[in-house]
């Protein structure tokens, strides 16, 4: 055989093998996964106590990159116990995300059949889930094992032509469900930020509802926007005020349970399309970006 | 190009073969890519990795998005507009890089009928059209529909001469979309993978009726009269029978053969050693005139052939056995001297034997 010969499948070979010895070269390949997941608790911790001294305010101190099933994630919530949980945007399934590690742990399904509508939020009250559509049909269901099907029982607040829903959360001082409005449809309401109160009565049904409004101008601030149309919202488990973000605006908003502003700015880091906030007891605030083209997203920031 | 041409040639040591040279190129290009992924990660995005860096289905290990941007995050830098003209030009080179091959391999597979020049060319133009149209409509619906209503208003009609063409427009379409959609990696799969399977059909000539004889099978007989009958089956020149139709090439053959039966059994000594060429206006004269010249100073000779030209001089060919005594320059003077006006010009060509002869005669003097 002639020289030439043999260099090209040389080099073939050697384009391959770290190949090779990158997908079969571990022993224990869970061991080595949950080495590699105490390094980044490990590495998070550091970049938490990096930005608590003031040495990288603003910047993310984690982002993991959401596998194909969440590339449209949709809503984050936050449990009692502090576990993080997300789904998507067009199917009920429901993902418990490790936020400290960047590990899925497990993902259940609402319903028996394969339930499809436009979720655009969750949240997590008391002992149950709710999932809520954007025209305003909430899906409650306790949580599930890995793999399994939930049942789910339907509310539908009637809200739907009020407004168009991003997003929920769960306010526990006042057992009410609060549902921001993306779109206002409403026309005595329009050129306000809108959020409805949904109070939960004893048999999980809504019995009344109310809503917040804020005038448009006062939650847009100094910013450059022309509205600020929330996909999400979560409740500052320290404070008690509400928390938003916009996909549009790439924004965020604080705003007391009684309306006034505390602040709004842009996010801080690159944030696509952000559709889901939550923030932690251990203050880290948790941003969920869709894809938008790309892989989805959840960041972290340290939040004071 | 020509850099790139050099390094090909080296990888397949100047190999005309098309699948050696097509594996060279495909690895010299990954090479350049890879290096490309790993100092530019804007490149690494652009080929498709954008698809690819979500963690795989079933993993519950998520990627570290910060450890990606740390180790290859430079680009984020960039300010937007020249991330999209960035990202757009390597998009377009991409394209170029994808086509190149496609271009030449459509080029070597027709070059037995002549391959369109107009397809080789649009095969590399199309792609870079159709990617930046894609790239400019993305996700939008109404820039669908306006872009199929501006195509629709214009006419684009044309007629390929081989169906196999189109195969090749399709491609080029293939790759222009999956480019505009950042896939470059999948355009690059589907050419490389076409470009190998056409390259074997055609080698093998796939496709062909069992019944008819295959291509090998309807040249072996042109090819065996053309060899030489000591030259262990070798084909003489190459080129000339790559230039030649099947017809053509067994004209040859048959003539050929009628030389060397003129010239004798091979391991005999032949009978004629040279070929006297007679450029005439005046054809009968010229021919007796030369013959009585070649009765005088040939050993032996015969009329071969007679070419008529209308609008320019006849020729006339003839086989000569040269005496010993006489040389080439003597036998050429006594025909000019003895045909005069009757002819235009005369010419002698001399076997390597003769030719030798005569070095040596002279060598000796």
């Known amino acids: 055989m002639r020289g030439g010969s043999l260099i090209a499948p040389l080099l073939l070979l050697s384009l391959l093998v770290p190949s090779c010895r990158k997908s079969g070269g571990s022993e224990d390949p869970s061991r080595e996964d949950s080495a590699a997941l105490d390094a980044r608790l490990a590495k998070l911790q550091e970049r938490l106590a990096q930005a608590d001294s003031g040495e990288e305010s603003g910047d993310p101190v984690a982002r993991w990159l959401l596998g194909p099933e969440l590339t449209e994630v949709s809503g984050l919530a936050l449990t009692s116990d502090g576990r993080l949980f997300a789904h998507g945007d067009e199917t009920a399934r429901v993902f418990e995300i490790d936020y400290r590690r960047g590990a899925v742990v497990k993902q259940f399904w609402v319903g028996e059949d394969a339930l499809r ?43 739907g032509k009020e407004c168009e829903f991003e997003g929920v959360a769960f306010d526990s001082t006042a057992n009410t469900l609060l549902m921001p409005c993306k779109t206002v449809g409403v026309k005595s309401l329009e050129g306000n930020l809108v959020i409805y109160r949904y109070t939960l009565g004893s048999d999980a049904s809504g019995t009344s509802t109310s809503e917040l409004s804020i005038p448009m101008a006062q939650a847009v601030g100094n910013n450059r926007w022309k509205q600020f149309r929330p996909t999400d919202m979560a409740i500052d488990p320290w404070t008690g005020n509400y928390v938003l973000v916009a996909a549009q605006e790439k924004g965020i908003l604080q705003i007391t349970p009684a309306g006034a502003v505390v602040f709004s700015r842009p996010l801080a880091g690159s944030h696509p399309q952000p559709e889901g906030v939550a923030v932690t007891r251990d203050s880290i605030l948790i941003v969920a970006d869709e894809g938008a083209g790309r892989a989805g997203a959840i960041t972290l920031y340290r939040w004071r | 190009m020509g850099f790139f041409k050099r390094l090909i040639d080296f990888f397949t040591l100047g190999s005309d073969r098309p699948v050696r040279r097509l594996i060279a190129y495909y690895l010299v290009l990954a090479a350049v890519v890879g290096a490309l992924m790993y100092f530019f990660p804007v490149v690494d995005r652009e080929i498709g990795s954008a698809q690819l860096d979500t963690a795989a289905p079933g993993s519950n290990v998520l990627q570290d998005g910060l450890a990606q941007e740390t180790v290859r995050g430079f680009d984020s830098d960039l300010s937007p507009r020249l991330e999209l003209a960035l990202s757009t030009f390597i998009i377009l080179l991409g394209i170029l890089a994808i086509m190149l091959p496609v271009s030449w391999v ?31 409509v993305q996700n939008s619906l109404a820039l669908g529909f306006a872009l199929a209503g501006v195509v629709a208003a214009v006419r684009f009609r044309t007629t390929l001469r081989d169906s196999r063409d189109t195969v090749f427009i399709f491609l080029s379409i293939a790759v222009g979309f999956a480019a505009g959609v950042h896939m470059l990696l999948v355009g690059a799969v589907v050419s490389l993978v076409f470009n190998f399977v056409l390259i074997l059909s055609w080698r093998y000539d796939f496709g062909r009726s069992v019944l008819e004889p295959t291509a090998g099978a309807q040249w072996s007989e042109q090819l065996t009269e053309l060899a030489e009958r000591r030259g262990g089956g070798k084909v003489p020149d190459r080129d000339l029978v790559l230039a030649l139709d099947q017809k053509k090439a067994l004209a040859l053959a048959e003539r050929f053969d009628r030389v060397r039966k003129i010239l004798g059994p091979s391991g005999k000594k032949p009978r004629f050693n040279a070929i006297l060429s007679v450029t005439t206006e005046t054809l009968s004269e010229a021919q007796s005139k030369v013959s009585a010249a070649l009765d005088d100073v040939a050993a032996r000779w015969r009329l071969d052939e007679v070419v008529t030209n209308v609008g320019k001089p006849s020729e006339l060919f003839y086989l000569v056995r040269i005496r010993k005594s006489t040389s080439k320059d003597a036998l050429l003077t006594a025909v000019r001297a003895s045909a005069g006006d009757a002819i235009t010009n005369a010419d002698l060509e001399v076997a390597d034997s003769v030719a030798a002869a005569a070095e040596e005669d002279g060598d000796q003097r």
Not at chain 2, 110 to 135: K, Y
């Open chain 1, 117 to 159: 509508e436009d979720f655009e939020g969750i949240t997590y009250a008391g002992n149950r889930f709710f999932l809520i559509t954007s025209k305003g049909v909430l899906y409650e269901f306790a949580e599930g094992a890995d793999g399994e099907r939930v049942e789910f029982q339907r509310h539908d607040t009637r809200l």
């Open chain 2, 106 to 136: 459509y080029m070597s597979t027709r070059s037995n009928r002549g391959h369109n020049q107009q397809v080789a060319q649009t095969l590399i133009f199309l792609p870079l059209v159709v990617a930046g149209i894609v790239l400019v």
